[in-house]
């Protein structure tokens, strides 16, 4: 596969920078929409002819670089027995949290292939469809699952995470083993079925300081990269709010670092090296902005980048106001740049 995202994971020369944008798949695009009126979130994410079908809506019709399989970071936690649901508007909600030694023994270690057989058959399906276009395969990274099961729901403050975090060490490190350990079992199961790469989701890590991430979150998920580092495909490390932890985050080892809007791509790259490959970092509110300012935007995101080891990114997710057209711009203006421009 002639990939300009695979090359750029792997800091290879490219034609043009590689675009792709996190949550593009989902609720900015018409058609996924339509195809929402009639399912809800979880349902599409364990029939993989849906899940294959809304992977490939934003492959159609904004030409992006990437796949990224359409699931849910707490997919794999519902499939082990944790009763959830994703509340639209509101994100997902687990029926009886965890706070206890007892509540972790509740989690037992994902089989993928018994427990989300659905997942595993829509990367097969993707992988044979997507001839050129690599599929990145996902999983949420241990601090942000704990975060959503402790918390019980979405959260500003992650204020029980942490006090559970701080009083019960031994309550969390157990906690965080087990999810380290069928995350990476996840993860390898989607290489196995053909994802190309695979990113770690850590998008609330950003809430510790350095200390904290490095003594009660780093030991988990360095577990998670290093168990599949044998697969050799890209593996791409992502939080908000990290400016202040990259190199706390860097010794996990990955091949990409995702960065988020708060730190130019240059200040990201002096502070990593360059052994490492940069993904982001358009803020996604500049999207909701008049096409003008999105495109002096996005030529300076592409001037930080260099025009080497970067994969064009939104800084976070794809906002659902988003018009699905500014994107389709942003991605030919992203293959239209060369360095120098
Ligand atoms: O990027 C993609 O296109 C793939 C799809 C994807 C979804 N969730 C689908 C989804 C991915 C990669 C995720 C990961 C995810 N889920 C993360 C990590 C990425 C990030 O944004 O930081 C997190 C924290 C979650 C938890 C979650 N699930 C949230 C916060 C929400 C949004 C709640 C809302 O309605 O505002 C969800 C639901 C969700 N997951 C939607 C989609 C498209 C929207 C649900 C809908 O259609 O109503």
Redo the contacts with the bound molecule.
């Keep these: 596969m002639s990939s300009s995202f695979l090359a750029a994971c792997r800091r290879e020369p490219v034609d043009h920078v590689p675009v792709w944008f996190?949550?593009?798949?989902?609720?900015s695009l018409p058609e996924y929409r339509e195809l929402?009126q009639h399912h809800d979130?979880l349902s599409i994410c364990r029939t993989p002819e849906l899940a294959v079908e809304v992977t490939l809506q934003p492959v159609r019709r904004l030409g992006v670089d990437a796949a990224?399989?359409?699931?849910?970071?707490?997919v794999p936690v519902e499939a082990i027995g944790i009763s959830l649901d994703?509340k639209?508007?509101?994100?997902?909600v687990v029926d009886e949290p965890i706070r206890s030694v007892t509540d972790v023994d509740r989690l037992r270690p994902l089989s993928p292939a018994e427990d989300v057989p659905y997942v595993l058959e829509a990367i097969r399906m993707l992988a044979a469809e997507l001839d050129d276009v690599p599929l990145i395969g996902?999983g949420?990274a241990p601090f942000?699952l704990a975060s959503y099961l402790i918390e019980g729901g979405?959260s500003r403050t992650h204020e029980r995470t942490k006090a559970l975090m701080y009083s019960e060490p031994a309550t969390w490190h157990k906690l965080m083993d087990r999810l380290a350990e069928s995350i990476l079992a996840y993860l390898s199961a989607q290489l196995e079925a053909g994802a190309a790469a695979v990113q770690l989701?850590d998008?609330w890590v950003g809430h510790l300081n350095v200390d904290d991430y490095r003594s009660f979150v780093l030991p988990s998920v360095e577990r998670i990269f290093t168990g599949l580092e044998p697969y050799g495909a890209p593996r791409i490390h992502f939080g908000?709010g990290t400016a202040h932890l990259l190199e706390a985050m860097a010794p996990a080892g990955v091949e990409v670092m995702g960065i988020d809007w708060r730190i130019g791509l240059d200040a990201a790259r002096d502070r990593l090296g360059n052994e490492i490959a940069l993904q982001g970092n358009l803020d996604p509110a500049t999207c909701l902005a008049p096409w003008e300012v999105v495109e002096e935007k996005t030529a300076e995101v592409l001037e930080k980048g260099g025009g080497r080891a970067h994969i064009f990114n939104l800084g976070?997710?794809v906002l659902p106001d988003t018009d699905p057209d500014i994107l389709s711009r942003i991605v030919d203006t992203v293959h239209a740049w060369s360095p120098g421009d």
């Design positions: 996190m949550r593009q798949a989902g609720r929402r979130i990224i399989l359409f699931s849910d970071i707490v994703i639209p508007g509101i994100g997902p996902f949420g942000t979405p989701f998008s908000v976070h997710g």
